[in-house]
């Protein structure tokens, strides 16, 4: 079993960056892709970005792409978003998941891991 642990949320400023980090722990050993979900107040979660196991691919919602940046450093069992350029509709709290396969994740698919998710708050 792999948990994951979300961190690096805030309160920013439209325009600013913020860097949110994920940390897997657990059964490392199996190969996970990793990525992104966030849920706004009153709203569906929604897929952000998503990342293979070797991090050769990376697939982004139309509304981050050009903005956010996902990568993964698998020495450190960690998965992180950079994030610039935000707007107050990326205010959601975001949710770290992992799951062998890396096909689907837009689709709404069950996911096998979650993390606990960190709150982004970006203000006008």
């Not at 490392?28 to 709203?43: D, E, I, L, N, V």
């Not at 949710?95 to 837009?106: K, M, T, V």
Request: glycine share 12%.
């Amino acid at each position: 079993q792999v948990q994951l642990v979300e961190s690096g949320g805030g309160l920013v400023q439209a325009g600013a960056s913020l860097r949110l980090s994920c940390a897997a722990s657990g059964r490392t050993s199996r190969r996970y892709a990793m990525g992104w979900f966030r849920q706004a107040p009153g709203k569906e979660r929604e897929f952000v970005a998503v990342i293979s196991w070797s991090g050769g691919s990376t697939y982004y919602a139309d509304s981050v792409k050009g903005r956010f940046t996902i990568s993964r450093d698998n020495s450190e069992n960690t998965v992180l978003l950079q994030m610039n350029s935000l707007k107050p509709e990326d205010t959601a709290v975001y949710y770290c998941a992992a799951d062998p396969q890396l096909s689907g994740w837009e689709g709404g698919r069950y996911l096998e891991v979650w993390g606990q998710g960190t709150l982004v708050t970006v203000s006008s």
